[in-house]
């Protein structure tokens, strides 16, 4: 199963843009890039996922490398309440499982 | 919140103890799933059901039991767990099993005394 590496924690201040970054160095032609986030004492929360293309939805940008090796969730204007947990994911759409293989993630600590 | 609904959500029990979490979603979504959610370690997929029918089994020991009588509801049965499987259980649903969005209940914290 193809891997992430995300940071295990980064701070940034209310109101101003948030990049998080994934590396997938080893991701293969059929992973589909998932980001979901946990916010304290919830459980995961699916925000947005790409295959080659940067996304947008209401909640986040997801930015593609042009050779997918890596991928950044950028939230546009971070409030106090987007302090949570930040996992990037790789699905490979060739598993008929389907599955989710976690990582340890990102914390994102948000500064009034 | 998300629409799928954990019960309870915090659980204490003994060693010879059973217990049943419980799950229950109105979403009209076919896929339903344990995880679990162990202190300082990735969430851990433990079960999965599809229209009712168990499709996955991640070796999860024998003293967790699954259920899934109907597609709105799922159970998981415990029985003389250890101190070791103290954690967060989590539900989740999706429409079906190929769908990227999966809505996650806020967990049973469970902890074996």
């Known amino acids: 199963d193809a891997k992430t590496t995300q940071p295990n924690s980064m701070e940034s201040n209310e109101e101003e843009p948030v990049h998080l970054p994934c590396n997938h160095s080893?991701?293969?032609?059929?992973?589909?890039i998932h980001w979901y986030r946990q916010l304290p004492s919830q459980g995961p929360e699916y925000v947005i996922h790409g295959l080659t293309s940067n996304v947008n939805n209401r909640m986040a940008s997801l930015a593609i490398a042009e050779d997918r090796k890596s991928s950044t969730l950028i939230l546009h204007r971070a409030t106090l309440r987007d302090a949570a947990v930040y996992y990037c994911i790789l699905r490979d759409e060739r598993d008929s499982n389907y599955q989710l293989i976690w990582g340890a993630g990102t914390k994102l600590i948000i500064k009034p | 919140e998300t629409g799928v609904t954990q019960t309870p959500r915090h659980l204490v029990m003994g060693m010879t103890n059973k217990k049943s979490l419980k799950c229950e979603q109105h979403l009209g979504h076919n896929a339903m799933y344990w995880y679990k959610q162990s202190a300082k370690k990735p969430l851990e997929l433990m079960f999965v059901?599809?229209?009712?029918?168990?499709?996955e089994n991640n070796s999860v020991p024998s003293r967790f039991s699954p259920e899934c009588p109907n597609s709105s509801h799922l159970f998981l049965h415990l029985h003389t767990l250890q101190p070791e499987d103290s954690a967060l259980y989590l539900c989740?649903?999706?429409?079906?099993?190929?769908?990227?969005?999966?809505?996650f209940g806020q967990g049973t914290r469970l902890t074996v005394v």
């Open positions: 989740a649903s999706s429409r079906d099993r190929a769908v990227f969005e999966a809505f």
């Open positions: 080893t991701i293969s032609g059929t992973d589909y």
């Open positions: 059901y599809n229209f009712k029918e168990q499709t």
